[in-house]
């Protein structure tokens, strides 16, 4: 029998309610969609005039070329000056070279290469002013030097080729037999005749040598390597 106080299906699901009947709650897909908050106003960037940015770039370009060039007069490479005839006719009064500053902790110091040192302690210059002196490497260290009495140099009891001077080229003041100290070098300028060398000041301590000259760069009609 059926029980009267029931009056519906269990099994079977309520009726809908229409849309905004009284009593009834919308479903979720019946409520309006939230509309999502505006979004924030773009930040205005500040914006260099051209004039600035130039200026700016041209500081940074200037900057970076001055550092570069200190530290490629600093270790790479400086220009020097000539302010005497002692390596004339190699080099001349107020020619300008190439010195690089590297080359000797690359490889030795070789006979024969031109070579920029600073003055040392007890070196009798007369010209004071001169900082810096150009002159040839003739002798290296632990050899033993002199001078013939035909105006050659001896260097360990053979006569030195000389292949950079040209013929004719007096000796100048002679060189006393003796032997060259280590980590020191014997330098003459190639103007025998008017050059204070080593035949003056004695050998030059390694600790002063600047580099090797090896490139003539002005004047421009005269540019070579060295």
Do not use: C
């Not at 302010?83 to 300008?96: E, G």
């Not at 002159?135 to 030195?160: F, W």
């Amino acid at each position: 029998m059926t029980d009267p106080r029931i009056t519906s299906d269990p099994w079977r699901p309520a009726p809908e309610a229409s849309p905004g009947a009284p009593g009834t709650r919308p479903s979720w897909d019946q409520m309006p969609a939230s509309e999502p908050p505006p979004p924030p106003p773009p930040r205005k960037r500040k914006r260099l005039s051209k004039g600035w940015r130039a200026a700016v770039e041209w500081t940074v370009i200037v900057a970076v070329a001055l550092i570069g060039a200190l530290v490629i007069r600093t270790v790479l490479f400086q220009a020097f000056f000539i302010p005497s005839a002692s390596m004339d006719p190699t080099l001349k009064v107020h020619d300008r070279i190439l010195v690089n500053k590297l080359s000797y902790h690359l490889h030795p110091i070789h006979r024969g290469d031109i070579v920029v040192f600073k003055r040392f302690p007890g070196m009798p210059i007369a010209d004071g002013e001169i900082k810096d002196l150009v002159k040839r490497v003739i002798g290296l260290p632990g050899e033993t030097i002199q001078s013939t009495a035909d105006g050659h140099i001896e260097i360990n009891g053979q006569i030195l080729n000389e292949p950079y001077l040209p013929p004719g080229t007096q000796l100048g003041p002679p060189i006393p037999k003796q032997t060259i100290p280590a980590k020191a070098y014997f330098v003459m300028g190639d103007n025998r005749t008017d050059s204070s060398d080593s035949r003056f000041f004695g050998p030059v301590p390694r600790k002063y040598i600047v580099g090797r000259a090896f490139l003539l760069i002005w004047p421009l009609s005269d540019f070579r390597l060295l």
